[in-house]
């Protein structure tokens, strides 16, 4: 592999609650090449969309990272200035979001909103960057792009929005995409639609992706590779085939038994018992002791290390 | 009783369109939520209806229930018209069919406890008093929850457990009819699994009849015995839920069955920085 193009290492967020700090995310570290599409699963409170905030630096007045860096293209995002990560969101590193319809300001025209993005960044003309958003609007499928700049975010459908929001991500031509779960409020034929246009933006662009995602089967369609988080650690990760067909952590293997599928057999799904932990009720050892079927003595004392084995990493006491 | 525990026949739902003004000037135009639909559910039947936003299977839900009525055509509880039953606001009708909402978190008050909400509807099926703390404990084992969950309030409780504090509420007017309304969609994939094998488990035991709407054919295909595909308000496609999914014959149902995700399985060309992960597929 070559040298990372994002670095996440040993990343910890924690909100802040009456009685002091509530950690989040424990020690998250995974690395993310140039043109690689890397998918994040877990449940809600994994910490996933978290610890992707975190590395935009935009987690909000509630909650802070409190350890580790976040090396982006050589620079640790976490030591930079405000000014400086207003250069780097959005030219370098573009997210989009679940909620289309709340990312982009209704009272503002779909062109104005792609332009201002522009402008930011490069210095050109008006007319360049009208000329830009067209370009970008047709790259993301949006059809008669020159009319469609003066629409309103109204007159676009929920699948439309979406494409505006990739289409300002991608804009200026960014390194990194991160998509937070970006398909989940979309009917199922337009999912399919935005999944595929993801994979032609990666291989038209060369543009790496975080995809984030609680659908084990709908990331390992589009990602080279899959980090599954539990409890705000990285419980397992590595090749999407290995990850989806021979996981070793009991809990990646449960996360893909219990969605049901088009084929296969019938019967009662696989279910994980139980509950994810709570935020400031982590278990001592491993997070996913209380629900593992396989869980022994030695789990519930001690978090097991994230081990290296050939292309992946596993943290369990008793992988499969 | 052998006809038909629900049927339709021609029901049309519309709303009207645009402002005042334009209906002032005779520009308002109407907006068919459900067009012209007939079908029938038989007793026992766990029937998935599938679309996507704007299909209309929501309103259909809603007309079912009588919380809206339909604009023409006529809905037949057990062979009796819906619109007579409905004169009788409390009547034994509502009891009969009882429904579950998609967001569990403001579908129960969320300053009753989880013992009082229960104990509440039991009174409205007329539980006398001493009898309804049992009947609630019953209810909550029915549904997988402890006793504990009792004095709880909703917010104490994960997203998967209030739904099926729903489901327990639903239950307790001992309903022949139960309709779904994306009872799982808004839950992570492990607690969606856990309510679906309870919605499984409970049609068999109970002989209810399921309307379960969903826009997740995987799903529907694990919990339903038939399928209703709907489109634009329109039925477009029905039938015994296997035999649709295994050979779909119209063109919208293949579309939603393709659009499902595949996983590995489904990657059309397999990119080159992946190659560890095409050599295993095979």
């Known amino acids: 592999m070559s040298a990372p193009l994002l670095r996440i290492e040993e990343l910890r967020v924690a909100f802040r609650g009456t009685g002091g700090l509530i950690e989040a995310v424990r020690g998250v570290d995974f690395g993310v090449a140039p043109g690689e599409v890397v998918g994040i699963v877990g449940e809600s409170g994994s910490g996933k969309s978290l610890s992707m905030l975190a590395v935009m630096r935009l987690l909000g007045a ?23 990560m207003r250069e780097i969101r959005g030219r370098d590193i573009a997210m989009v979001f679940q909620d289309p319809q709340s990312s982009l300001n209704p009272a503002l025209t779909i062109g104005r909103q792609v332009t201002d993005v522009v402008r930011a960044h490069r210095r050109v003309s008006a007319s360049e960057a009208r000329r830009i958003a067209v370009e970008a ?21 929920g699948g439309m929005r979406q494409r505006a929001l990739i289409a300002m991500a991608i804009a200026c031509r960014p390194r990194l995409l991160i998509a937070d779960e970006p398909t989940t409020a979309l009917d199922v034929t337009v999912q399919a639609q935005i999944v595929e246009l993801i994979a032609e933006l990666r ?45 070793r952590h ?31 009720r982590m278990p001592a050892g491993c997070p996913f002791a209380p629900r593992c079927p396989q869980a022994a003595d030695a789990c519930e004392r001690e978090m097991p290390p994230l081990a290296t084995d050939g292309a992946r990493r596993i943290a369990c006491w008793r992988p499969q | 009783m052998s006809g038909p525990i629900l049927a339709l026949r021609g029901v049309t739902k519309s709303y009207p369109q645009g402002g005042l003004l334009d209906r002032l000037l ?32 929501s309103t259909l839900a809603s007309l079912a229930v009588g919380l809206t009525r339909p604009t023409t055509g006529e809905i037949l509880l057990d062979g009796e018209p819906l619109a007579a039953l409905m004169r009788d606001h409390a009547g034994p009708w509502r009891r009969r069919i009882q429904m579950v909402f998609q967001d569990s978190g403001s579908a129960l008050n969320p300053r009753k406890t989880i013992a009082r909400c229960l104990a509440q509807t039991l009174a409205l099926r007329g539980v006398p008093r001493a009898t ?18 009792a004095p709880r309030l909703p917010h104490e409780l994960s997203g998967g457990q209030r739904q099926r504090v729903g489901l327990a509420r639903a239950l307790a007017m001992k309903p022949d009819i139960l309709i779904a309304d994306e009872p799982v969609s808004s839950l992570d994939v492990s607690l969606q699994a856990q309510v679906i094998n309870l919605l499984s488990r409970l049609t068999r035991e109970l002989g209810l009849t399921l309307l379960f709407i969903s826009h997740d054919l995987a799903v ?25 999914l295994a050979r779909p014959a119209h063109p919208y149902t293949q579309l939603l069955i393709s659009s499902v995700p595949k996983g590995i399985a489904g990657r059309r060309a397999p990119a080159a920085a992946a190659a560890s992960a095409t050599s295993s597929v095979g």
């Open chain 1, 250 to 280: 009991p809990y990646t293997r449960l996360l893909r038994a219990c969605v049901p599928s088009l084929h296969g057999p019938l019967g009662p799904l696989a279910a994980i018992e139980g509950a994810p932990p709570r935020l400031g």
């Open chain 2, 220 to 244: 529907v295909r694990t919990l339903c015995t038939r399928i209703i595909v709907m489109r634009k308000g329109r039925i477009v496609e029905e039938g015994p839920c296997l035999d649709v």
């Open chain 1, 137 to 157: 609007l047709e790259r993301v499928g949006i059809s008669e792009a020159g009319r469609r700049l003066d629409a309103y975010p109204h007159e676009f459908s």
């Open chain 2, 26 to 57: 005779g520009r308002a135009s109407n907006f068919v939520a459900l067009d012209d639909v007939t079908l029938q559910i038989a007793r026992g039947d766990v029937v998935g209806i599938v679309g996507e936003s704007g299909s209309g299977k």
């Open chain 1, 62 to 84: 509630t909650a802070r990272a409190t350890g580790g860096r976040v090396i982006f293209d050589g620079e640790d995002l976490l030591a930079a200035t405000e000014a400086r």
């Open chain 2, 132 to 149: 309804r703390e049992d009947e609630s404990m019953a209810l909550l084992a029915l549904v997988g929850l402890g006793s504990e969950m």
């Open chain 1, 203 to 247: 291989r038209d662009l060369g543009l790496a992706v975080i995809f984030i995602s609680h659908n084990l089967h709908l990331v390992a369609e589009i990602v080279d590779r899959v980090v599954v988080m539990y409890g705000g650690k990285v419980v397992e990760d590595g090749p999407a085939a290995d990850i989806e067909l021979a996981a």
